[in-house]
């Protein structure tokens, strides 16, 4: 059984790239640095929006904090082509949007939102389907912070 489940994740990139940044993040949570290390390229680009004294993750990843000091707690995980969205959030403060892009197996990009909205839209253009011309493709759901002001950025892929 876990055969076929492992053959299914395999085929299927999306399921693959989910299960990798899942595994990041237990490997996080558990300063597990040699898997951290071997999920992640070494020359990763980040970018961060939020406030300075807020590069949480950044700092777990460079080994400058450890994993004690802030905890990410995947709230929902989602897939947008090759990119993988984790939100997550604690209470009325907390609020965090990190997008994974993923290239044959590895971890290439991070983007890191603390305290932002982020819509991901769809910039290619349109094909003229009836009925379809909407193209956001992922927006923050903070629910906890649903009466919160916060900045608003919008990911163009």
């Known amino acids: 059984m876990e055969s076929k489940k492992n053959e299914a994740m395999v085929s299927n990139p999306e399921m693959q790239n989910t299960a990798i940044v899942d595994t990041l993040y237990k490997a996080l949570a558990h300063g597990d640095t040699s898997t951290v290390v071997n999920l992640l390229t070494t020359d990763l680009e980040w970018w961060f929006h939020g406030p300075p004294r807020c590069h949480h993750m950044m700092r777990m990843l460079t080994g400058e904090s450890s994993h004690s000091e802030f905890r990410f707690e995947p709230r929902s995980i989602e897939v947008v082509g090759d990119c993988v969205i984790a939100e997550g ?65 919008l990911l163009a892929i």
């Not at 990190?98 to 909205?117: A, C, P, S």
């Not at 910039?123 to 002001?149: C, F, Y």
């Open 89 to 153: 959030w604690e209470g009325a403060q907390v609020y965090w949007v990190h997008v994974w892009t993923l290239k044959d197996g590895l971890i290439t990009q991070f983007r890191e939102y603390f305290n932002t909205w982020l819509t991901v839209r769809d910039v290619k253009p349109p094909r003229w389907e009836i009925g379809h011309d909407n193209h956001t493709l992922w927006q923050s759901q903070p629910r906890d912070l649903a009466r919160r002001s916060l900045p608003g950025l």
